[in-house]
């Protein structure tokens, strides 16, 4: 699948205006900043460096797609917002407000209000984050009675509406069932409805569609963009799938070794990418409307060690464009993230010189020769009628 094949995703969106310290957010201002922050954890092998200055926004009605190989800190960075790590192993620098409330340094009792009330996460595996010695009814009624005064009656009735609003079939019966009962697709959406069942405001979804078929898959994005109607949510998707970031994110985030290389408006950025990992990522898919006999191209090499990352461009040792740089730029500074050249908001952390162009006479005639061959044509034909009579 090349970047061309995205033309249907959605378009730019403009950059929010932050609040400043202590004010409170109006609905124009972004729900979770997060801002300059660093993830470490100290091991007997040295210290892993998960995440490393990583800055972004999300407001309220807009989904942000976080994409990356294994390894990359989409995760980790997300579990930061819900301050899930360990704080006797984990150090943390920078900020992260969620709704205006800091998150980082925050105390137990901050983060239990916040946490389902405010922003709730789907995990990546449901059926080991339910717990499999309560029925799943008893496990969404807890969730929703933590932040709200009702009877167990009456969370229950919540928790039976809830499961049928995410389509979970006879659900006045099925929420007496225990985890195990549930189907793979059954359990996401029993994850989804206790995610939901609070409303919050902000919903993070790791991984939402792995190892479910493809007909469960496009079920759960319906879903969740049926829900984000509904109640006005902000949604980071976390996947390592374009497909399902060129359906759902209004604006994508690319991580590579715990930083963010490239960013902006979807659309844009899998049309025009200006970084070589971006470009090596949609080489990879697969598009089923390409000959049978096409052959992939994979990123050559493997993600670097956390604990010892290159220095440098962090992507380096993998780039094949790197002797398009001059001297050793790529190996001894790390590249910031710039404007790109295409498009408002989209930023790239390279330093080519003019990534924009290689992408457009290298790149794309080799993922997708059709697409450059029908640009070279277009190109031909616009010079062909300025020096027309």
Not at 150 to 158: H, L, N
Not at 172 to 200: K, T
Not at 228 to 233: A, D, G, L, T
Request: net charge negative; glycine share 8%; proline share 9%.
């Amino acid at each position: 699948m090349t970047s061309e094949s995205f033309l249907g995703t959605s378009g730019s969106h403009p950059a929010p205006q932050q609040a400043g310290p202590g004010a409170v957010p109006t609905a124009e201002d972004p729900f979770l900043v997060v801002d300059h922050l660093s993830v470490r954890f100290p091991t007997h092998d040295g210290l892993v460096q998960a995440v490393s200055d990583l800055s972004y926004t999300v407001r309220r009605g807009q989904t942000l797609g976080i994409v990356g190989e294994s390894g990359s800190g989409k995760s980790v960075s997300s579990m930061a917002v819900l301050s899930l790590h360990n704080p006797k192993s984990t150090r943390l620098e920078g900020s992260i407000t969620v709704g205006g409330q800091e998150v980082v340094g925050a105390d137990d009792a901050t983060m239990r209000k916040l946490r389902g009330k405010e922003v709730a996460m789907i995990f990546q595996d449901p059926l080991t984050a339910l717990h499999p010695f309560y029925t799943v009814g008893q496990q969404i009624t807890e969730a929703y009675r933590i932040h709200a005064d009702v009877s167990k009656s009456t969370a229950k009735k919540r928790a039976i509406e809830m499961l049928d609003r995410v389509g979970i079939p006879q659900a006045r019966s099925r929420v007496d069932d225990y985890p195990h009962q549930f189907s793979g697709g059954m359990r996401q959406r029993a994850m989804i409805a206790m995610s939901l069942v609070n409303d919050p405001k902000l919903l993070i979804a790791d991984e939402p569609t792995t190892a479910l078929d493809v007909t469960v898959q496009a079920q759960i994005l319906d879903l969740l963009q049926d829900l984000q109607r509904e109640f006005n949510s902000a949604i980071i998707i976390i996947t390592h799938d374009l497909g399902v970031i060129a359906e759902m994110a209004d604006d994508v985030l690319v991580m590579y070794a715990g930083r963010a290389v490239e960013t902006g408006p979807t659309k844009l950025l899998l049309t025009a990418p200006e970084m070589p990992y971006t470009w090596g990522l949609l080489s990879s898919v697969p598009d089923v409307a390409a000959d049978t006999d096409a052959r992939l191209i994979p990123i050559p090499g493997n993600p670097p060690s956390l604990l010892n990352p290159p220095s440098g461009c962090p992507f380096n040792p993998r780039c094949v464009y790197k002797p398009k740089v001059p001297g050793e730029l790529c190996v001894t500074t790390l590249p910031e993230l710039l404007p790109a050249k295409v498009g408002r908001d989209h930023r790239r952390r390279c330093h080519l010189p003019d990534p924009h162009e290689t992408y457009r006479l290298e790149v794309l005639p080799e993922i997708a020769p059709e697409l450059a061959g029908q640009e070279l044509a277009g190109q031909e034909l616009a010079g062909q009628e300025k020096v027309g009579p």
